[in-house]
């Protein structure tokens, strides 16, 4: 017994140990994809890497991690647990997400959103991230405005990181360099409330309304 008990202990303590993102809010239904299959979700499920979460029209879900960092799916989003290991990095594959990342000691993992174009890390800040609404190559491109703090955002199309302060919003077009970071008022609009209270009211007219405004932009 006690042999078990001191192995136990070595892998609790062991760095390739990852606590897992639990969800911790849930309004409408949601989604869990897991290797034996998908389930419906439900408040205090744990992901592990691998496995995804994905809202319904109706769902507004808050995903929490090791150091309270958090994660709003507005409705009609897919994030996956991408690497808690060596990072807290999730992988936003559809719709978008609001993410309160607590600040992080140098030295330690940044919080991470990633997209098929780009990577969007933080060490402390707030900030909204989703994919296009228009049907086509727009579908993949990328767009995200910062609430408090600062995010760097990297693409895979140019290795360079761009500073993206609070009250600005970028674009990332599909298979492009993201646009020249842009003050946009709408940014203290939207429902930066942690909370999936209320589900989707409101939230899908002022995301589209933003998001229209982002594509007035000349990006070309």
């Known amino acids: 017994m006690r042999k078990i008990m001191i192995v136990l202990a070595a892998f609790l303590v062991s760095p390739a140990w990852a606590a897992p993102a639990k969800?911790?809010?849930?309004?409408?239904?949601?989604q869990i994809t897991r290797a034996k299959g998908n389930e419906p979700a439900a408040v205090g499920a744990l992901l592990v890497e691998g496995e995804a979460i994905?809202?319904?029209?109706?769902?507004?879900?808050?995903?929490?991690?090791?150091?309270?960092?958090?994660?709003?799916?507005?409705?009609?989003?897919?994030?996956?647990?991408?690497?808690?290991?060596?990072?807290r990095e999730l992988r936003l594959e559809a719709g978008g997400v609001f993410a309160?990342?607590?600040?992080?000691?140098a030295?330690?993992?940044?919080?991470?959103?990633?997209?098929?174009?780009?990577?969007?890390?933080v060490r402390g800040t707030q900030f909204f991230a989703a994919l296009g609404r228009k049907k086509g190559a727009a579908e993949r491109d990328v767009w995200m405005c910062v609430n408090e703090g600062q995010v760097e955002v990297e693409t895979t199309?140019?290795?360079k990181k761009v500073a993206v302060n609070a009250g600005?919003?970028?674009?990332?077009?599909?298979?492009?360099?993201?646009?020249?970071?842009?003050?946009?008022?709408w940014t203290k609009k939207l429902d930066w409330e942690m909370s999936a209270k209320d589900g989707a009211q409101g939230a899908d007219q002022m995301l589209e309304s933003a998001y229209k405004d982002l594509l007035n932009q000349n990006y070309d």
């Open 100 to 105: 309160k990342a607590q600040p992080q000691p």
């Open 107 to 121: 030295g330690k993992p940044t919080f991470r959103i990633r997209t098929r174009s780009a990577v969007m890390g």
């Open 157 to 159: 199309a140019e290795k």
């Open 168 to 185: 600005q919003g970028v674009i990332v077009p599909e298979g492009k360099n993201v646009t020249p970071p842009k003050e946009y008022a």
């Open 54 to 87: 994905a809202t319904g029209k109706d769902g507004t879900a808050v995903l929490e991690l090791d150091d309270g960092s958090q994660v709003k799916l507005v409705p009609s989003s897919r994030v996956a647990v991408s690497d808690l290991k060596n990072a």
């Open 23 to 30: 969800l911790v809010q849930l309004s409408g239904k949601a």
